[in-house]
């Protein structure tokens, strides 16, 4: 049985899967077999739409399916906002039609999201190795100023279509390309996590995510160049991660402290010299890197001799972290997410020197799986460089300071133990970012 097969058997939305070169001719069979005795409507953006999606609707048309008129979500700043959400409701509750959203993460979401409000399943039409979000559990939308992520099934089918995904623009197969590298950052804070005893790893979600990463990640300069080999490892990979997180029913097998940069940042609505918002995978090239260079500095520090007790008398009190987090967030449109984050995750003085026993007493062996797990601060910022995926925070408009600030508050808005945890609870925080700034960034 084949790692895509295995998938699809144990996936509890998505039951169909179509990965290849001029996969779009198979389109209408799938529909067919997937939504019997129904008919689609066909969503897309203009530019979708160009590319896929009226090729899409005449397939679906010809094959008698009497498809909908298509609905196209032309604004020019179109992202994945609740608003856009409420204007899909609209369409999808008036008709009895179901949803073939074309497209890449926006159009994904905003269909999962608005379908499933509808009491609707949908398919995918992939054009773009963009990121992991296609057969992911959960729509990642941005309502009341915050990033948020609202439960709703995955695709019922996903067509995802080599000839055009090779042709979409090098950025946004860049950006696939770094959120499929921040898997690996992602699976330390997992191995840690689950060595501290706080969340154990899923074997089955680990090696969806994990079995081939390296081999997609290997050939930056074939990916960029729209080699068809390479684009079909690229994507496989990225519709694995989201099968992961579909079996999970969490994002853990994909997202670690990586992700909570780019979270941050769109919580904070950041915008770019020109207006522009980076993409959700530029932004997560940046907070790999800095999350693999954080774990650099905790491989360097002689854990096996760590002082328990000045970590446990140095632990702030939840009253005070909640404290902390409302001076930092002060002004913004979440002033209280540390509070409810914080206190989802806080331990006492007790289970914390647990935690860090653990860590002490089992250095060796979870230092030979991190090792074994990360790739070098240098090999990842070659490789990001070579697919065209940004390497310095500059890059997205992202000061120093800012990166700096923004690693104490990335730790404070999710509940996820990751290295950002560890750095905190160690009471290493401060002294490894200062680390990082003197020697990577």
Not at 16 to 41: Q, T
Not at 178 to 197: E, H, T, V
Not at 210 to 230: F, M, V
Request: overall charge negative.
């Amino acid at each position: 049985m084949t790692i895509i097969e295995q998938a699809l058997e144990r996936a509890t939305d998505t039951k169909g899967l179509l990965i290849a070169e001029d996969a779009i001719d198979g389109v209408a069979n799938m529909f067919a077999n997937m939504f019997p005795n129904s008919r689609p409507i066909v969503i897309a953006d203009p530019t979708t739409w160009s590319i896929a999606g009226e090729k899409v609707n005449t397939l679906l048309k010809d094959a008698g399916l009497n498809p909908e008129e298509a609905f196209i979500l032309s604004d020019r700043d179109l992202h994945a906002e609740w608003k856009y959400v409420e204007s899909l409701d609209k369409v999808l509750g008036a008709t009895d039609a179901v949803a073939v959203a074309v497209g890449s993460g926006t159009i994904n979401d905003l269909a999962k999201l608005s379908s499933h409000h509808c009491g609707k399943r949908y398919m995918n039409v992939s054009t773009a190795a963009s990121m992991d979000g296609y057969t992911a559990y959960g729509a990642s939308i941005t309502k009341d100023g915050a990033k948020q992520t609202f439960s709703c099934p995955a695709p019922l089918a996903v067509v995802a279509d080599i000839s055009v995904i090779a042709q979409a623009p090098a950025d946004m197969t860049a950006s696939g390309y770094a959120d499929l590298f921040a898997k690996i950052p992602a699976g330390a804070d997992w191995i840690i996590s689950d060595a501290l005893g706080i969340e154990p790893i899923d074997s089955f979600a680990w090696e969806l995510v994990q079995g081939s990463l390296k081999s997609a990640l290997a050939n930056p300069s074939l990916i960029k160049s729209g080699d068809k080999k390479a684009i079909y490892s690229l994507i496989e990979g990225l519709i694995m991660s989201g099968f992961a997180m579909q079996a999970h029913q969490t994002s853990r097998p994909a997202s670690g402290a990586d992700h909570q940069f780019s979270h941050l940042w769109n919580m904070e609505h950041h915008t770019m010299d020109d207006g522009t918002t980076p993409s959700h995978g530029f932004q997560v090239s940046i907070g790999t890197l800095m999350s693999t260079a954080l774990y650099e500095q905790m491989l360097k520090e002689d854990i096996g001799n760590l002082d328990i007790d000045a970590c446990v008398a140095g632990w702030p009190s939840l009253e005070d972290q909640i404290r902390a987090s409302r001076e930092v967030f002060r002004d913004t449109d979440f002033p209280t997410i540390g509070e409810t984050e914080l206190s989802a995750k806080y331990v006492a003085n007790d289970a914390l020197r647990h935690q860090l026993t653990l860590l002490k007493q089992n250095w060796p062996d979870i230092k030979a799986r991190l090792e074994h797990q990360l790739v070098s601060f240098e090999e990842l910022r070659e490789s990001l460089r070579l697919v065209g995926a940004p390497t310095e925070p500059e890059q997205i408009g992202i000061s120093r300071q800012r990166l700096y600030s923004s690693a104490v508050k990335a730790q404070m808005i999710r509940r996820r133990f990751t290295i950002l945890d560890v750095a905190v609870r160690t009471n290493s925080l401060d002294k490894w970012l200062k680390q990082v700034f003197a020697n990577e960034f």
